[in-house]
């Protein structure tokens, strides 16, 4: 069975930083695009940030780019995603999501909370 | 402001059949990515529901179905049960974007 299940979020203060991870079983981790989407309190998924199986290519959505750094560990099945400068926009859920090369989701982690917030 | 365009909410009584849109541009439907749909049920993270247009995974009953025409989509839920109230997200991907996209969903009411 696929598990993933996301750790690390918390409250921080604006400007600040975090770090998520993303523990994956179940599969090959080595063998799948991960994927990072969040959900801010009451409102829609947003996607956030994708890498492929060896870690080499990386993608990241505008409102991040810059500011966030989406890395995984292969050898420990983690996924990761260090934030900095964090506004309160990026308050929400942070969700790990397995991708399948037809362009979906076909599992998600139970999320993380991240709140900025002074 | 969303990417893919789906309208805010939509209801139906038990037994009845709804209708959910998801419109795009040329960059993502209409560019001939596939459209994927997402059930998320309050407090639950999203399951998938649809992908590639038409395809159900294993366990999602043939109530659900999805088509999808031109730069727009659309996920029907005939024979309406309580249990389908929730939320309902589309995704494709977006070349100019170079990720995924997704609608700002749906929340469906079962009257």
């Known amino acids: 069975e696929v598990q993933l299940v996301e750790s690390g979020g918390g409250l921080i203060q604006p400007g600040g930083s975090l770090r998520l991870s993303c523990i994956a079983s179940?599969?090959?981790?080595?063998?799948?695009?991960m994927h990072w989407v969040r959900q801010a309190p009451g409102k829609g998924l947003v996607w956030v940030s994708r890498?492929?199986?060896?870690?080499?290519?990386?993608y990241y959505a505008d409102s991040v780019r810059g500011r966030f750094t989406v890395s995984r560990d292969n050898a420990d099945n983690t996924l990761y995603l260090q934030m900095r400068s964090l506004r309160a926009d990026d308050t929400g859920v942070y969700f790990c999501?397995?991708?399948?090369?037809?362009?979906?989701?076909?599992?998600w982690g139970q999320g993380t909370l991240v709140t900025v917030s002074s | 402001q969303s990417v893919l365009t789906q309208p805010p909410s939509v209801s139906g009584a038990p037994g009845q059949r709804v209708t959910i849109s998801c419109t795009g541009s040329?960059?993502?439907?209409?560019?001939?990515?596939?459209i994927h749909w997402y059930q998320q049920l309050p407090g639950t993270a999203p399951k998938l529901l649809i992908y590639?247009?038409?395809n159900r995974p294993s366990g999602v009953p043939d109530r659900f179905s999805g088509s999808n025409s031109g730069t727009s989509a659309s996920l029907a839920i005939s024979g309406l049960q309580a249990e389908d109230e929730a939320d309902y997200y589309c995704?494709?991907?977006?070349?100019?974007?170079?990720?995924?996209?997704f609608g700002g969903g749906t929340k469906l009411t079962v009257l």
């Open positions: 999501t397995r991708g399948i090369s037809g362009g979906y989701d076909d599992s």
């Open positions: 179940g599969f090959t981790f080595s063998d799948y695009w």
């Open positions: 890498i492929n199986g060896d870690g080499q290519s990386t």
């Open positions: 040329s960059s993502n439907i209409g560019a001939g990515y596939a």
């Open positions: 590639g247009n038409t």
């Open positions: 995704q494709s991907y977006d070349s100019s974007v170079r990720g995924s996209v």
